[in-house]
């Protein structure tokens, strides 16, 4: 009984919570959260579910603990293009380019409610010090590192940009995120992402009393339009490979130059702009748009 003992926990050792998340976020990347079973992990990791359990108790937690290391990684990576401001890019159609809120008011910004304390002073734990998601320590370091050099602007558009490219590597991320902020806000990446804005937002000289409501509108587009982008990249890819991108848009741009003129004046006018822009300096402008909004309404220095 003492070898079997022995060889179980060397067994246990070497399979961590870390690598469980890893190979969980594969089996999402490859089949979805219907594709993340218990039986499919232990297939992957060549154990048995008694040693996952050790490590992980239901799929839930898993879940988790997979955006948790997603959302890590992606604040703490330098994001695939340049983070500088894009040069202003004409709007698209409603599917393609969700609004910026009007206005962040903690009315509107209920599903935030809970992270809004950890935008506060320099001193407060940032999500680094959390206890919460081990496989995603040292990733992401004190919340956002790796876009702490430049201007706040800067900053929020790495931050952003990061987001972007996460929810549109990994597919299913965007649904859990929303999960996430809508029931479980008192977890890791809720925090996270707004430790992560809400540091560039003091930087910028906000003051204290609309931290909230500029961090939550900043969330609020990055993380609505990230992830409608990435449901018109899933949706696109339903039409079928001989259904390209610019093919897509072109029927959409027809169809919309061929609506009613009197009842789609303005739509038929950018028809011709929806035809040929880019999700991501589309994304990039408007983050800009709100960051012009945020720093124009800044007190006189």
């Known amino acids: 009984m003492a070898t079997r003992t022995r060889r179980s926990q060397r067994r246990t050792e070497a399979l961590s919570r870390e690598r469980i998340v890893e190979a969980a976020i594969e089996l999402l990347d490859a089949a979805g959260e219907s594709g993340l079973t218990f039986r499919a992990l232990t297939e992957r990791l060549a154990t048995g ?35 500088k401001s894009p040069e202003p890019a004409g709007p698209a159609g409603p599917a393609e380019s969700p609004e910026a809120p009007e206005s962040a008011g903690p009315a509107e910004s ?58 549109e590597e990994h597919p299913w991320l965007a649904s859990q995120l929303m999960t996430q902020l809508s029931h479980s806000l008192w977890e890791t990446v809720a925090p996270r992402i707004f430790e992560s804005v809400g540091r560039q ?48 848009l072109d029927a959409a741009s027809t169809a919309w130059e061929q609506l009613d003129p009197d009842d789609y004046p303005f739509t038929r006018a950018v028809a011709g702009q929806l035809r040929g822009h880019d999700d991501r300096e589309q994304f990039l402008a408007g983050v800009d748009l709100i960051l012009s909004g945020i720093t124009a309404s800044l007190p006189a220095r």
Do not use: C
């Open 49 to 83: 579910p008694g040693a996952i359990y050790w490590h992980v108790a239901n799929k839930g937690e898993l879940l988790g603990a997979a955006t948790d290391a997603v959302v890590a990684a992606a604040l703490a990576a330098e994001p695939a293009a340049s983070a």
């Open 110 to 167: 209920a599903e935030t409610a809970g992270p809004a304390e950890s935008a506060g002073p320099a001193e407060a734990a940032g999500p680094a010090e959390s206890a919460e998601s081990p496989e995603a320590a040292g990733a992401a370091g004190a919340a956002g590192p790796a876009v702490s050099a430049g201007s706040p602007q800067d900053g929020i558009r790495a931050i952003a940009l990061g987001l972007f490219d996460a929810i």
């Open 201 to 248: 937002i003091r930087a910028l000289g906000v003051p204290e009393s609309s931290w909230f409501a500029a961090t939550s509108a900043l969330m609020h587009y990055i993380l609505g339009a990230a992830g409608q982008n990435a449901t018109n990249a899933a949706s696109a890819r339903t039409l079928g490979p001989e259904v390209d991108r610019a093919r897509f």
